[in-house]
């Protein structure tokens, strides 16, 4: 069965820092990749997405993720965040074929100090 | 584009009781899915359909738990005599076979049951 790691559960960071977040999974096939985020009081929003080509996804407000398919990584980054970047972040799957369930994540809480 | 809406927001019921929830997918998905979200967790997949045709359920749905999508539209979750370990949030996404298969998040339905 395929499963998503997320090493950090909750990461304080200052305001200008740079981030990186890990996610590993385990699916022995070609995989679409995600990044979610959650928002306080908000529902789940889509961050960005890797289906194929470049391994290097550019999302929304800054943020970017490498997949490197020979590590089963898909790590989120920013250089320098804000504290309106204070949220949940998760990270999800699912098979190249589509349309199949996502596996997610446990998520990462990210806190912005000012 | 409206997003997904659902319905009730907030849930608060005795044990026992029977709840039933609606999930409106954005108009033109064909795909609708509904996952399940506790505290400290990511959103786990229960079932999903693909128009009305209910594909796939997830070992997580009980007996106690059906869903349906009469139409190919709206979906509703119904879970009978409620249980205390049902308490979560319970999330509805959609997304477009044979386009990016990026799915959708609702706001979800935060269910307790007391």
């Known amino acids: 069965a395929q499963s998503v790691s997320q090493h950090n559960h909750h990461v304080i960071l200052s305001e200008a820092a740079s981030l990186e977040l890990g996610c590993n999974y385990s699916?022995?096939?070609?995989?679409?990749l995600f990044w979610y985020v959650q928002y306080p009081g908000q529902h789940l929003q889509l961050l960005l997405k890797?289906?194929?080509?470049?391994?290097l996804v550019k999302g929304i407000k800054g943020f970017e993720a490498e997949f490197i398919k020979s590590k089963f990584s898909f790590n989120l980054r920013k250089p320098s965040v804000q504290w309106s970047d204070t949220a949940e972040y998760f990270c999800a799957v699912n098979p190249f074929t589509g349309n199949t369930p996502l596996v997610f994540g446990k998520g990462t809480r990210l806190s912005v100090i000012a | 584009d409206t997003g997904v809406s659902q319905d009730p927001r907030h849930k608060i019921t005795k044990r026992g009781q029977n709840v039933t929830f609606r999930c409106d997918p954005i108009?033109?998905?064909?795909?609708l899915y509904w996952y399940r979200q506790t505290l400290g967790q990511g959103p786990e997949f229960l079932t999903y359909?693909?128009?009305?045709?209910?594909?796939?359920k997830s070992r997580l749905l009980s007996d106690r738990f059906s869903a349906e999508r009469p139409k190919g539209s709206f979906s509703t979750l119904e879970i009978q005599r409620t249980e205390q370990g049902d308490s979560a949030m319970y999330l509805c996404a959609s997304s477009l076979r044979g386009g990016t298969e990026t799915q959708y998040f609702g706001p979800g339905t935060r269910l307790l049951v007391l």
């Open positions: 359909f693909q128009n009305e045709a209910q594909l796939e």
């Open positions: 108009s033109e998905h064909n795909r």
């Open positions: 699916y022995g096939g070609t995989v679409n």
């Open positions: 890797y289906f194929s080509g470049d391994p």
